[in-house]
């Protein structure tokens, strides 16, 4: 199984970028499609992109087309969220998760960093 910490989580403006990492340990990354989510408050758990374990084309939802990129370093085991224009309503606690490759399945779950975009 595989291990997930997320970090670089802040409080920001609007219009600022911020940068989340997802260090991962335990089974190596490149076993694993990796997907980012996030929760607002009073809300579910909602999917912001993913990218499949090649690190290929990344897919992303509507809310964060244009603005989030997500990155992988299998030879670091890292991935990354890139957030830039920041609004708002992003503000969430953002997680990472892995699943299989292929399986589409988010089994492995991270403690989550807070994410606090002030207007």
């Known amino acids: 199984q595989v291990q997930l910490v997320e970090s670089g989580g802040g409080l920001v403006q609007a219009g600022d970028s911020l940068r989340l990492s997802c260090a991962t340990s335990g089974r190596t990354v490149s076993d694993y499609d990796m997907g980012w989510f996030r929760q607002a408050p009073g809300k579910g758990r909602v999917f912001v992109g993913t990218?499949?374990?090649?690190?290929?084309?990344?897919i992303y939802a509507d809310s964060a087309k244009g603005r989030f990129t997500i990155s992988r370093d299998n030879a670091k085991n890292m991935v990354y969220l890139q957030m830039n224009s920041l609004k708002p309503e992003d503000t969430a606690v953002y997680y990472c998760?892995?699943?299989?490759?292929?399986?589409?399945?988010?089994?492995?779950w991270g403690q989550g960093t807070q994410v606090t975009v002030s207007s």
């Open positions: 990218i499949t374990w090649r690190g290929g084309s990344a």
């Open positions: 998760a892995a699943s299989e490759r292929g399986a589409g399945v988010y089994k492995y």
